[in-house]
């Protein structure tokens, strides 16, 4: 239980005089046990190095059945082409790091965005000595999370079986591994190249061992590659390579073919150090060898790590918590850590110091930015607001991307990895593309992105995967919904976010002055409607002929909906929650249909799917009702309380959510992590607000978990978050103010937070139930 600090002046004296960290700030005096006088005060005990509170062991406690996360630890820089990762699971396998398995079969380059996706272009490094094991099975090595060291900028693992430790600092398209030997003649490195078409080559000459992998699970064309280069500090005594079916083959310095790899020896002495530096391309090997000289070169592994730690801490302190709960502050930081992973930076830089790309569409080297790894569905809730909102850059040249992969495919991505991928569902790159633009990130191709926007809108020929485009687009913009009888499957959903699209594209048309398309797009923002069934109060999937679906069950997962059921997608009309709420009857009635969500059993009907899907499990095991926060499409429904004259209920939701389904452990997510998105939610929800609705420029209140963050912003200004008097037993908002001045809104807009200054959150234990109620205090409704 986190309780007020007490300290004596003299203790305060010490500590501002022996930490210079730790930051104090005075509140009420109070009478102490022997009634001395002492100071009740916030302590700040955040340090400087943020990047020490990042656990990218946060959600690797995870398997098909139940996702802790489905994460993996990624040793990378923020957006980084290539990520490093230790293999508990054999090559191929989606959860290839999990938690409670005892040993790892290697480090691997990996561009994995998530376990169903899974990986591309991977390939491993492992370290053994004494007998020559080469095969994954039998090479494998005991290992102990008490001998593991996991940062965003380093890793370190003892490999117990061969007395062996393993370390690697990454940078964004190479890595810097070094492997601590014990003293023998038999020291062994194997490059695993992996399956699907793979080749290596060993240069003795050079201490190098060259080559590519091919492997992939789709979205790429038939000419890619994965070109590496591994650079050694040491000779090699010898070298083996093996071919399919893991033949070894002795004193061979080449081999090509489905699965190979190479294997080479040293004699070392008791804790020598060998230095492999290794660099990747998707465009040639010259490339990669470029890649690795320009971004580590000749330096030592200490400056590589220290270089990637200079990356994180200069991202991650783009927001400054200050709080004296250190747990807490461990899951924050662990969280924006996975924000500012995806998506990746799928671009390089050539000799010419040009910014190339070699395209996963068509197979071309191409000038210009390209990103990848990253599903629009999940995303565009919250990640991309949070990019908008801290990394307009980063968002501009993303949207360079977006045109990019336009102009080379004739199509926006839905979810790409690293082309297009027939995934989920939605309309959602107009969302992210408007987002941006009505934000004022409007130095882009817009002429482009607006012409790949309409032809998503409009067009349903020539679609390469069923993600991408509007599956049921004809459908959709003749009948204003999907319907369910037409063999196309979540029907529902698609009708839902189509229509939150349309409501963007409205918006992103009328500020480029296209008056017809504006009207168009916000007569289809209503297409909501047309789903609402009046007799149930829930979302219905309705039939081409215009009667609802039947039988009808709110509680059946998939079918008419996205992973997930009608009580989790009824809240889908983020554009427009007044209009939402008049067609349940008002706010009362719209309150109780929340309130039920939250308060009935986690009742469910699995029959669509023929078993219980992990996302259900999830929902079913946290006790909170039929609240599904595990997976995406319902998170933003704590905050639609405010809409409705209660927003004391978002506060103790959102708070409750906070506090009870995150962790900086392994297990601590509560369902997918999914490119950033489930943590994007606590980042933005432990700052005090959330962008319920992107493509408006508000972001709507919660409850602020931290005693204060300071955000840095892009332009130069900074916007400082307070709540007075916050611990965990005082989530709700008392009162606010902004900038020195009565705030009884429950929003607040882009351009406030832009201008720098300070949101202060007054907090107490108990709901007041006067503050930022009445229509003037609701965030934004298209009908309103």
Same mark, same amino acid.
């Given at each position: 239980?986190?309780?007020?600090?007490?300290?004596?002046?003299?203790?305060?004296?010490?500590?501002?005089?022996?930490?210079?960290?730790?930051?104090?700030?005075?509140?009420?005096?109070?009478?102490?046990?022997?009634?001395?006088?002492? +100071?009740?005060?916030?302590?700040?005990?955040?340090?400087?190095?943020?990047?020490?509170?990042?656990?990218?062991?946060?959600?690797?406690?995870?398997?098909?059945?139940?996702?802790?996360?489905?994460?993996? *630890?990624?040793?990378?820089?923020?957006?980084?082409?290539?990520?490093?990762?230790?293999?508990?699971?054999?090559?191929?396998?989606?959860?290839?790091?999990?938690?409670?398995?005892?040993?790892?079969?290697?480090?691997?380059?990996?561009?994995?965005?998530?376990?169903?996706?899974?990986?591309?272009?991977?390939?491993?490094?492992?370290?053994?000595?004494?007998?020559?094991?080469?095969?994954?099975?039998?090479?494998?090595?005991?290992?102990?999370?008490?001998?593991?060291?996991?940062?965003?900028?380093?890793?370190?693992?003892?490999?117990?079986?061969?007395?062996?430790?393993?370390?690697?600092?990454?940078?964004?398209?190479?890595?810097?591994?070094?492997?601590?030997? *014990?003293?023998?003649?038999?020291?062994?490195?194997?490059?695993?190249?992996?399956?699907?078409?793979?080749?290596?080559?060993?240069?003795?000459?050079?201490?190098?061992?060259?080559?590519?992998?091919?492997?992939?699970?789709?979205?790429?064309?038939?000419?890619?590659?994965?070109?590496?280069?591994?650079?050694?500090?040491?000779?090699?005594?010898?070298?083996?390579?093996?071919?399919?079916?893991? +033949?070894?083959?002795?004193?061979?310095?080449?081999?090509?073919?489905?699965?190979?790899?190479?294997?080479?020896?040293?004699?070392?002495?008791?804790?020598?150090?060998?230095?492999?530096?290794?660099?990747?391309?998707?465009?040639?090997?010259?490339?990669?060898?470029?890649?690795?000289?320009?971004?580590?070169?000749?330096?030592?592994?200490?400056?590589?790590?220290?270089?990637?730690?200079?990356?994180?801490?200069?991202?991650?302190?783009?927001?400054?918590?200050?709080?004296?709960?250190?747990?807490?502050?461990?899951?924050?930081?662990?969280?924006?850590?996975?924000?500012?992973?995806?998506?990746?930076?799928?671009?390089?830089?050539?000799?010419?110091?040009?910014?190339?790309?070699?395209?996963?569409?068509?197979?071309?080297?191409?000038?210009?930015?390209?990103?990848?790894?990253?599903?629009?569905?999940?995303?565009?809730?919250?990640?991309?607001?949070?990019?908008?909102?801290?990394?307009?850059?980063?968002?501009?040249?993303?949207?360079?991307?977006?045109?990019?992969?336009?102009?080379?495919?004739?199509?926006?991505?839905?979810?790409?990895?690293?082309?297009?991928?027939?995934?989920?569902?939605?309309?959602?790159?107009?969302?992210?593309?408007?987002?941006?633009?009505?934000?004022?990130?409007?130095?882009?191709?817009?002429?482009?992105?607006?012409?790949?926007?309409?032809?998503?809108?409009?067009?349903?020929?020539?679609?390469? +995967?069923?993600?991408?485009?509007?599956?049921?687009?004809?459908?959709?913009?003749?009948?204003?919904?999907?319907?369910?009888?037409?063999?196309?499957?979540?029907?529902?959903?698609?009708?839902?976010?189509?229509?939150?699209?349309?409501?963007?594209?409205?918006?992103?048309?009328?500020?480029?002055?296209?008056?017809?398309?504006?009207?168009?797009?916000?007569?289809?923002?209503?297409?909501?409607?047309?789903?609402?069934?009046?007799?149930?109060?829930?979302?219905?999937?309705?039939?081409?002929?215009?009667?609802?679906?039947?039988?009808?069950?709110?509680?059946?997962?998939?079918?008419?909906?996205?992973?997930?059921?009608?009580?989790?997608?009824?809240?889908?009309?983020?554009?427009?929650?007044?209009?939402?709420?008049?067609?349940?009857?008002?706010?009362?009635?719209?309150?109780?249909?929340?309130?039920?969500?939250?308060?009935?059993?986690?009742?469910?009907?699995?029959?669509?799917?023929?078993?219980?899907?992990?996302?259900?499990?999830?929902?079913?095991?946290?006790?909170?009702?039929?609240?599904?926060?595990?997976?995406?499409?319902?998170?933003?429904?704590?905050?639609?309380?405010?809409?409705?004259?209660?927003?004391?209920?978002?506060?103790?939701?959102?708070?409750?959510?906070?506090?009870?389904?995150?962790?900086?452990?392994?297990?601590?997510?509560?369902?997918?992590?999914?490119?950033?998105?489930?943590?994007?939610?606590?980042?933005?929800?432990?700052?005090?607000?959330?962008?319920?609705? *992107?493509?408006?420029?508000?972001?709507?209140?919660?409850?602020?978990?931290?005693?204060?963050?300071?955000?840095?912003?892009?332009?130069?200004?900074?916007?400082?978050?307070?709540?007075?008097?916050?611990?965990?037993?005082?989530?709700?908002?008392?009162?606010?103010?902004?900038?020195?001045?009565?705030?009884?809104?429950?929003?607040?807009?882009?351009?406030?937070?832009?201008?720098?200054?300070?949101?202060?959150?007054?907090?107490?234990?108990?709901?007041?139930?006067?503050?930022?109620?009445?229509?003037?205090?609701? *965030?934004?409704?298209?009908?309103?």
């Amino acid at each position: 239980m986190r309780q007020p600090v007490l300290i004596t002046a003299a203790l305060t004296f010490v500590f501002s005089g022996c930490t210079p960290s730790l930051q104090q700030e005075s509140s009420s005096a109070i009478a102490s046990k022997n009634s001395s006088v002492s +100071v009740s005060t916030n302590v700040n005990l955040v340090e400087t190095d943020v990047v020490q509170y990042v656990n990218p062991l946060m959600g690797t406690d995870s398997k098909f059945s139940l996702s802790n996360g489905n994460t993996y *630890p990624a040793i990378a820089t923020p957006w980084g082409m290539n990520f490093w990762t230790p293999m508990t699971a054999p090559m191929g396998d989606g959860w290839t790091y999990k938690y409670d398995d005892e040993k790892i079969r290697g480090i691997k380059q990996t561009h994995q965005p998530s376990p169903w996706l899974n990986d591309y272009g991977a390939f491993s490094l492992m370290a053994v000595t004494g007998e020559l094991q080469f095969k994954e099975e039998k090479r494998a090595s005991w290992f102990s999370h008490k001998a593991e060291v996991s940062r965003p900028d380093y890793y370190k693992v003892y490999l117990a079986d061969y007395d062996v430790t393993a370390e690697v600092a990454p940078t964004e398209r190479a890595a810097h591994f070094q492997f601590t030997f *014990p003293e023998t003649d038999s020291a062994y490195l194997i490059l695993d190249a992996f399956d699907k078409g793979s080749m290596v080559k060993v240069l003795p000459e050079k201490r190098q061992i060259i080559g590519y992998a091919r492997n992939n699970h789709g979205g790429v064309p038939d000419n890619f590659h994965n070109y590496f280069v591994a650079q050694f500090d040491k000779d090699f005594d010898l070298s083996h390579t093996w071919n399919d079916g893991w +033949v070894l083959q002795e004193n061979t310095l080449e081999s090509q073919g489905q699965h190979v790899g190479a294997i080479v020896k040293f004699k070392t002495n008791d804790n020598e150090q060998v230095n492999v530096k290794v660099a990747s391309s998707f465009i040639s090997p010259a490339q990669a060898q470029l890649n690795l000289n320009r971004e580590i070169g000749d330096q030592t592994f200490e400056a590589t790590q220290q270089q990637a730690h200079s990356v994180w801490q200069k991202e991650l302190s783009r927001l400054r918590v200050e709080d004296d709960d250190i747990e807490k502050v461990k899951t924050f930081y662990s969280s924006l850590y996975r924000v500012l992973l995806f998506p990746r930076a799928f671009y390089e830089i050539n000799e010419q110091n040009e910014t190339v790309h070699y395209s996963p569409y068509n197979g071309e080297v191409l000038p210009g930015y390209m990103y990848t790894d990253n599903g629009f569905w999940d995303t565009f809730r919250a990640v991309f607001p949070f990019f908008t909102l801290m990394y307009p850059d980063l968002n501009a040249r993303i949207m360079e991307g977006l045109a990019n992969t336009y102009k080379e495919s004739g199509w926006l991505p839905e979810w790409a990895s690293p082309g297009h991928r027939g995934v989920m569902i939605g309309s959602n790159s107009a969302v992210n593309i408007a987002d941006a633009y009505l934000k004022g990130i409007t130095d882009i191709d817009i002429d482009t992105l607006y012409e790949a926007i309409l032809k998503n809108a409009e067009v349903d020929e020539g679609r390469p +995967v069923s993600s991408v485009g509007r599956e049921g687009v004809h459908y959709y913009n003749d009948l204003g919904y999907v319907p369910y009888n037409v063999g196309i499957h979540e029907n529902a959903a698609r009708t839902l976010e189509y229509a939150f699209a349309d409501y963007t594209i409205y918006r992103l048309a009328s500020v480029l002055g296209k008056e017809e398309d504006a009207k168009l797009f916000r007569q289809r923002a209503n297409n909501y409607t047309h789903l609402f069934d009046p007799e149930s109060g829930w979302m219905r999937g309705k039939n081409e002929d215009g009667s609802f679906q039947s039988p009808f069950n709110p509680l059946k997962w998939g079918d008419a909906f996205t992973e997930g059921n009608s009580l989790h997608y009824t809240w889908s009309v983020f554009h427009d929650v007044e209009g939402l709420k008049q067609l349940m009857g008002g706010n009362e009635a719209f309150v109780a249909k929340l309130d039920e969500v939250f308060e009935m059993p986690p009742l469910f009907d699995d029959s669509y799917y023929g078993f219980t899907i992990h996302e259900i499990r999830e929902m079913q095991i946290v006790d909170m009702g039929n609240y599904a926060h595990g997976n995406q499409p319902i998170q933003h429904m704590t905050y639609l309380y405010n809409y409705a004259n209660q927003p004391w209920k978002t506060q103790e939701k959102v708070r409750e959510v906070m506090t009870k389904l995150y962790a900086p452990t392994p297990d601590g997510y509560c369902g997918d992590e999914d490119n950033g998105q489930t943590s994007a939610w606590y980042v933005f929800s432990a700052l005090g607000f959330y962008p319920v609705t *992107p493509g408006t420029d508000q972001y709507v209140f919660g409850s602020p978990l931290f005693n204060a963050i300071t955000m840095t912003l892009e332009n130069g200004n900074t916007f400082r978050v307070e709540a007075g008097d916050n611990n965990r037993h005082t989530p709700y908002i008392q009162s606010t103010e902004l900038n020195g001045k009565a705030y009884p809104k429950t929003w607040i807009s882009h351009g406030d937070i832009q201008k720098g200054g300070s949101l202060t959150f007054d907090m107490g234990s108990a709901p007041n139930t006067q503050w930022a109620t009445g229509t003037e205090a609701h *965030p934004y409704s298209m009908s309103q």
